[in-house]
Nanobody, 120 residues
């Protein structure tokens, strides 16, 4: 199995930046794709960004494109989410996720989440 642990959340003013980290351990070689999701109070979980370990191919939700950057350090089995120009609507619990399939499918592993709060 794989364990995912997020860190880096916190309180930041609008326009500020945060970098989230997700450290993967266990059978990390089974993971082809890593992603970030978020869930705000009273709202459904939404996709934020994903990255493929081997190719580095990324995809972003329109709401964060141009502001957020997902990256990975394969040697450290760690994925990052650099969040710039943060807005109050970015406030949510951010979750790291991983899946075995590269192109589609449900995510197999989830972290515990880290709170990001953006003040106006």
């Amino acid at each position: 199995q794989v364990q995912l642990v997020e860190s880096g959340g916190g309180l930041v003013q609008a326009g500020g930046s945060l970098r989230l980290s997700c450290a993967a351990s266990g059978r990390t070689f089974d993971i082809s794709t890593m992603a970030w999701f978020r869930q705000a109070p009273g709202k459904e979980r939404e996709f934020v960004a994903r990255i493929r370990w081997k190719s580095g191919t990324t995809w972003y939700a329109d709401s964060v494109k141009g502001r957020f950057t997902i990256s990975s350090d394969n040697a450290k089995n760690t994925v990052y989410l650099q969040m710039n120009s943060l807005k109050p609507e970015d406030t949510a619990v951010y979750y790291c996720a991983g899946r075995k399939t590269a192109f589609s499918g449900a995510y197999d592993y989830w972290g515990q989440g880290t709170q990001v709060t953006v003040s106006s």
